[in-house]
């Protein structure tokens, strides 16, 4: 007899009606966190006096049996992990005394906090995979800090550059990447427990002690708000998302530049495919798949919160359609992050092509009007109408072209107001306009070593948050383990 519908509701489902609104699959996801939070609940049950301590040993044998048994010994005829696994225990312990575990609690409360601790341990991979992914692009930067490439707007060819400056480019948006997930980390390690439905309870229980046993920073503060809000998922994803268009930006770069096109990288053959038909091609499937990935992510965050959106307060069951979109989310984008940090760290460099590829374009031309500003004083804008006729031409930039076209343009000779023949030559020199841009943030060898090193200390500060977050887990699940033995 199912022990939630007994009561209340005499027809029973059919099996597509079942199937439509059963959790079972998804809640496999937190299967383990339910089991813990069943552990911390009863042990704090029984140290309230709400019940005895034989039936918190009891409950508590119980349940190290259905966590042995796995979620797959359920009955998979209940709607959800929470009744079923407390119908197994009430099967393993009789009712007299696995009754009482849902005491002070409901499923609302309970549902909310497992997600929580499975999405905290989540972010915690992921944290130390964005770590892992720019530590590879700032040490890959680190021996390409005098690698030339053409640097690029509206994809095409703009100004010179390093393929170091290009890289921690990327490695920036990761490291504020980093920030977005500690920062839904924080909310998402808040205790709902205790909210009970919504309205709380009416026993005496101690919410403080299941805050600390389950390894949580503090308890969310309004037993409404708890089980009603799921933006701690939505802020979640909202950081999957952002991080998801950032990789997709860096795996486009990939599949550009490993084209004949381009030829500025060789992807590793472990990251690339080939064809059922044309035995010759060399395809860059798994970043084209990273890419696209992006979709299923953003797909997932849209899905949320359309979820949530316009949900009257408090719990609704709409709230549990939210909940494999996040674990469909996290997988995709723990996965992304390992390909790009594996594409990135076997992919070969073709400098050869990146310096050649420089030399088209006239990449130099920003450099060689600033040299004219700097030489004759005239304003810059002048300078660009002078060096972008002198670009229409289509001919190498001399001193004596230049003049020609500055006569036509403002009567006068450049060469006659200061502009010297050796300071062109300086101007259209591609490493010489690199090792001018030394202000923060630019191309330099020098000031990109500047970077790399900046970055390299950020990270191993990284490092050790996540470190110590991980510590905080580890040591609250050992604690409950403890008290656990304690009271069984
Ligand atoms: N499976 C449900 C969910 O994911 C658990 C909570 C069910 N609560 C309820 N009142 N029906 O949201």
């Not at 909310?187 to 009970?196: D, E, I, K, V, W």
């Not at 031409?393 to 450049?414: F, H, M, R, V």
Request: hydrophobic letters at 40%; charged letters at 25%; proline letters at 3%.
């Amino acid at each position: 007899m199912n022990i939630l519908r007994r009561g209340r509701l005499q027809v029973k489902q059919d099996e597509d009606i079942m199937h439509f609104t059963s959790s079972m699959e998804a809640d496999m996801r937190i299967f383990d966190a339910d089991i813990e939070v069943d552990k911390a609940h009863v042990v704090m049950l029984k140290e309230q006096g709400i019940i005895k301590d034989s039936e918190c040993s009891t409950i508590l044998s119980g349940l190290e049996k259905i966590q042995k048994e796995g979620i797959s010994a359920l009955d998979t005829s209940y709607e959800d992990v929470h009744i079923a696994l407390e119908a197994r225990l009430i099967e393993l312990v009789g009712e007299d005394t696995g009754g009482r575990m849902h005491s002070a609690r409901s499923r609302n409360d309970e549902v909310a906090t497992c997600i929580r601790i499975a999405l905290r341990t989540e972010l915690v991979f992921l944290l130390e995979e964005v770590h892992a992914l720019a530590a590879t692009l700032v040490k890959t930067a680190e021996e390409h800090r005098e690698t030339i490439m053409p640097g690029y707007t509206h994809t095409q060819h703009a100004q010179p550059t390093t393929l170091a400056h290009h890289l921690l480019a990327h490695a920036n948006a990761l490291l504020r990447g980093i920030e977005r997930i500690k920062g839904a980390y924080v909310r998402t390690n808040q205790n709902p427990l205790g909210a009970a439905a919504f309205a709380s309870t009416g026993f005496p229980i101690n919410r403080e002690r299941t805050t600390e046993l389950l390894g949580f920073d503090s308890a969310l503060s309004n037993s409404m708000d708890a089980v009603s809000t799921r933006d701690f998922m939505i802020e979640s994803l909202s950081s999957f998302s952002n991080l998801m268009t950032d990789l997709s930006r860096l795996a486009e770069e990939f599949v550009l530049w490993s084209t004949s096109e381009f030829g500025f990288i060789e992807l590793d053959d472990r990251y690339s495919s080939t064809s059922s038909i044309m035995p010759q091609k060399k395809n860059p499937d798994i970043a084209e798949l990273l890419r696209a990935k992006t979709g299923t992510v953003h797909g997932a965050l849209m899905s949320v919160l359309t979820i949530c959106k316009a949900l009257p307060y408090s719990y609704n069951r709409d709230l549990q359609e939210a909940t494999p979109h996040l674990w469909r989310a996290v997988d995709t984008v723990r996965s992304s992050v390992r390909m790009a940090s594996g594409i990135a760290g076997t992919m070969k460099v073709r400098k050869e092509k990146m310096k050649s590829a420089t030399g088209i374009g006239f990449m130099t031309a920003t450099e060689l009007a600033d040299t004219i500003v700097r030489t004759t004083g005239i304003p810059f804008r002048t300078a660009h109408h002078i060096v972008g006729a002198s670009a229409k031409t289509g001919k190498n930039p001399t001193l004596s072209g230049l003049d020609e076209l500055s006569l036509k343009i403002i009567g006068k000779k450049l060469s006659e107001m200061g502009l010297s023949e050796k300071a062109v030559k300086k101007a259209l020199e591609t490493m010489e306009n690199i090792k001018k841009r030394e202000v923060p943030g630019g191309p330099a060898p020098k000031e990109t070593n500047r970077q790399i090193k900046k970055l390299a200390s950020d990270l191993t500060i990284i490092k050790s948050d996540i470190k110590r977050i991980r510590k905080k887990i580890d040591k609250a699940r050992e604690k409950l383990g403890n008290t656990i033995g304690e009271a069984a």
